[in-house]
């Protein structure tokens, strides 16, 4: 049974990106594999990721505890990310701030001037990371042990390599206006 499902957020419909209409993937499910190797569905659907983004966005929350194991975080409300609740991902997100700058997913210390990616990042909260540099997409992160998984507009659940769904670096920034209601 997923975290969260469509009927939990029936009168919230998702953000639209400029230009956009439906996601292509609107009803793969958002899942993340967790350190012991089971598998957690924290969406039952793309379209009820989206809708909790906004439902953050709308709530003033950029953190939910989504069950005991698993945190999701809004990134500028244009992405989300799901994360298990490890030592090093409590680390992760009491040092840095997840934040969309242009068209990347930046982490920003909370105490000095530094703006990293995820794998510096992580990197300097201690994750030994073992595969290939930097983490990418979906794809990387679940190959590379990172515990976490990104979701956005272009969310796939399965991509097929490091270049497809949700990406870290999309080449060209999802726009959105959150000017009106």
């Known amino acids: 049974m997923a975290l969260f499902t469509a009927s939990q957020f029936a009168g919230v419909s998702y953000d639209l990106p400029d230009g956009g209409g439906a996601p292509a993937n609107v009803n793969d499910a958002v899942t993340l594999q967790l350190s012991d190797g089971s598998n957690v569905t924290v969406c039952d659907t793309l379209g009820t990721a989206l809708k909790l983004l906004t439902y953050m966005r709308t709530n003033s929350q950029w953190q939910v505890l989504a069950s005991d194991d698993v945190t999701v975080v809004s990134i500028n409300a244009v992405k989300g990310l799901v994360l298990e609740n490890t030592i090093l991902n409590q680390k992760l997100l009491t040092q840095y701030l997840p934040t969309y700058i242009g068209d990347q997913v930046r982490f920003v210390h909370r105490t000095s001037s530094l703006v990293l990616s995820l794998t510096d990042a992580l990197k300097s909260v201690g994750f030994c990371h ?3 540099l930097p983490f990418a997409n979906n ?5 590379g042990g990172a ?3 990104l979701f956005d507009w272009n969310y796939k659940a ?11 670096n999309d080449g060209a920034p999802l726009r959105y206006d959150f000017t009106n209601p």
Do not use: K
Not at 158 to 168: I, K, M, Q, R, T
């Open 130 to 132: 073992t595969g290939s």
């Open 139 to 143: 794809l990387d992160l679940r190959t």
């Open 147 to 149: 515990v976490m998984q």
């Open 158 to 168: 399965s991509p097929a390599n490091s270049s497809e769904g949700s990406l870290l």
